[in-house]
């Protein structure tokens, strides 16, 4: 129990008109930062939600800065047969989905077994792991296509099929294989992120599933696995991002098939037509607002989830 003259020494410090003043100049500076860094971070967004709803007439007008003045929804049907939208917005979901699945499985495998599994040669293992984050994935682009292109697997599509090859190309199977075999986008980070939430769980829990006869992939999916849901849900958000907005494999391994950020790239050829540079740059604006469309109604429904594993998961920076 404090003293009363701990009591008096907390009510002078309270309404000690220096120490007020301290007090509200830091959350007036503090409010300040915040709004300034939203809007630093917002302005594309309601830059590109202002220039959707334009008019053709509005692009010259100079009292026309946020609001527009004749409000149209021409832009984006514009933009939407352009891009193929609906089209190229199923191929995106499907590949993004897909991979986001089955990356979410392999990472978390290779995950647990770097955090729990002893054996020679793991620490260089995870050390290449590591290095595949830092190397650009440009250093294997020939490569990587002349792979799918070419696909045999230890001469065995030659042996079942009586082809030499098969022909990977411009179908989702580059995506699901590369998943599968933790070798997609980013999935070096996902493995770290995994693993070293992996060994922040306790060893005993793990025991003492041994102990009742579980066995390793027993004790992976009814032990490891309940109590990594923050890192999952970083990972499942993380992947399914990062492939939604890819153009580096879509574009290296699709050309037929539609999908939204290539098509975003393409674009500008399909707008050829239109002479005015301006209007051009407005209507890509727009595409790009229906590109990023989706991942705000996401965000919108599991930032929370989003931010709570980003700190269980101790990502920073």
């Known amino acids: 129990m404090k003293s009363p003259a701990a009591y008096a020494d907390i009510i002078q410090y309270r309404f000690n008109p220096l120490e007020k003043s301290k007090l509200w100049l830091w959350i007036l500076v503090r409010t300040v930062l915040i709004a300034g860094f939203c809007f630093i971070i917002l302005f594309p967004l309601f830059l590109r939600l202002s220039v959707a709803f334009r008019s053709k007439v509005d692009i010259y007008d100079p009292t026309v800065l946020w609001i527009p003045r004749h409000f149209t929804l021409d832009n984006i049907k514009i933009a939407m047969e352009a891009t193929h939208y609906f089209s190229a917005l199923l191929n995106t979901f499907l590949i993004s989905a897909g991979t986001t699945i089955i990356q ?8 647990y077994a770097f955090a729990r599994l002893k054996f020679k040669g793991s620490g260089l293992l995870f050390g290449l792991v590591i290095f595949t984050i830092v190397v650009p994935p440009q250093t294997i682009m020939i490569p990587l296509y002349l792979t799918y292109r070419y696909f045999d697997l230890f001469g065995a599509i030659k042996l079942l099929t009586g082809k030499s090859s098969l022909n990977l190309i411009d179908t989702f199977w580059p995506f699901l294989i590369s998943s599968a075999t933790a070798m997609g986008l980013k999935n070096g980070l996902y493995i770290y992120i995994f693993r070293q939430f992996f060994r922040g769980i306790p060893k005993e829990i793990e025991e003492s599933a041994f102990v009742d006869g579980a066995g390793v992939l027993k004790t992976f999916y009814r032990i490891m696995l309940p109590n990594a ?67 705000i109604i996401l965000y919108l429904f599991v930032q929370r989830y989003f931010v709570e594993s980003v700190e269980r998961t101790g990502i920073v920076g």
């Not at 979410?104 to 995950?111: E, G, I, M, R």
């Not at 050829?269 to 890509?284: N, R, T, W």
């Open 229 to 295: 849901v923050p890192a999952i849900v970083t990972v499942l958000l993380f992947s399914f991002v990062w492939q939604w907005n890819d153009s580096y494999y879509v574009s290296l391994f699709l050309s037929k098939v539609k999908v939204l950020s290539t098509q975003l790239m393409d674009m500008g050829s399909a707008l050829g037509k239109e002479p005015d540079l301006v209007y051009q740059s407005m209507l890509l604006n727009t595409g790009v607002l229906l590109l990023t469309a989706p991942l």
């Open 104 to 111: 979410l499985a392999s990472c978390a495998l290779a995950a």
